[in-house]
Nanobody, 123 residues
Framework: QVQLLESGGGLVQPGGSLRLSCAAS????????MGWYRQAPGKQRELVAL???????TYVDSVKGRFTISRDNASKMVYLQMNSVQREDTAVYYC?????????????????WGQGTQVTVSS
């Protein structure tokens, strides 16, 4: 069974830094796009950053110049380096990936989500 597991969330002061990690596990044949989303209280979930299998990167405007997404294909990991964090970055952050995994004995492409990790920016 394919799973995504995030780590690295927590409490950070405004202007500080935090690094989120996400590990994919299970019977995996290929990983396509990997990304980070976030959902703040009372708001819809939004895309924060996306990285394709070819290394193309997209950021939401509010984090450009502050956040950096990267991936390690050999380790099946995706990271989000968060610098100069602001109170508005407070949210639950979710890892997302399009993965070709073994499902009922057959390789299938599915969209997977992690369980989420809380990031709180506060002094």
């Amino acid at each position: 069974q394919v799973q995504l597991l995030e780590s690295g969330g927590g409490l950070v002061q405004p202007g500080g830094s935090l690094r989120l990690s996400c590990a994919a596990s299970g019977r995996i044949f290929a990983i396509n796009d990997m990304g980070w989303y976030r959902q703040a209280p009372g708001k819809q979930r939004e895309l924060v950053a996306l990285i394709t299998s070819g290394g193309e990167i997209t950021y939401v405007d509010s984090v450009k110049g502050r956040f950096t997404i990267s991936r390690d294909n050999a380790s099946k990991m995706v990271y989000l380096q968060m610098n100069s964090v602001q109170r508005e970055d407070t949210a639950v952050y979710y890892c997302n990936a399009d993965i070709v995994g073994l499902v009922a004995g057959v390789p299938r492409l599915n969209d997977y989500w992690g369980q989420g990790t809380q990031v709180t920016v506060s002094s």
